[in-house]
């Protein structure tokens, strides 16, 4: 079964830090540019950040810009999350993709996983 399976997302105050872990079962993630989506309660999906399968080329959001930080290894894909504020309270997706350039995200394929949930709350 092809799926991503996606942790570390939590309940953390403003100005808190979070890691966020993105897992492949069914296929090697090494082999895809991934990235990392949100999705707020009644909003619409957002890329947040990407990286490539190479590791050498990333993408940030302009709202998380200098913030987070994105990572990888073989097997996981990480998401870093400092200064936390409360808009980024949100259900946290990471997706394979075509591409990941500095300035474009590549379409996204593939199933969604469960997502992990990001709660920033005082």
């Known amino acids: 079964q092809v799926q991503f399976v996606e942790s570390g997302g939590g309940l953390v105050q403003p100005g808190g830090s979070l890691r966020l872990s993105c897992a492949a079962s069914g296929f090697s993630l090494d082999d895809y540019p991934t990235g990392w989506f949100r999705q707020a309660p009644g909003g619409k999906r957002e890329v947040v950040s990407c990286?490539?399968?190479?590791?050498?080329t990333t993408y940030y959001a302009d709202s998380v810009k200098g913030r987070f930080t994105i990572s990888r290894d073989k097997a996981t894909v990480y998401l870093q999350m400092s200064s936390l504020k409360f808009e980024d309270s949100a259900v946290y997706y990471c997706r394979k993709l075509l591409s990941c350039e500095k300035s474009y995200v590549g379409p996204h394929f593939g199933s969604w996983g469960q997502g992990t949930q990001v709660t920033v709350s005082a």
């Open positions: 990286i490539s399968n190479s590791k050498d």
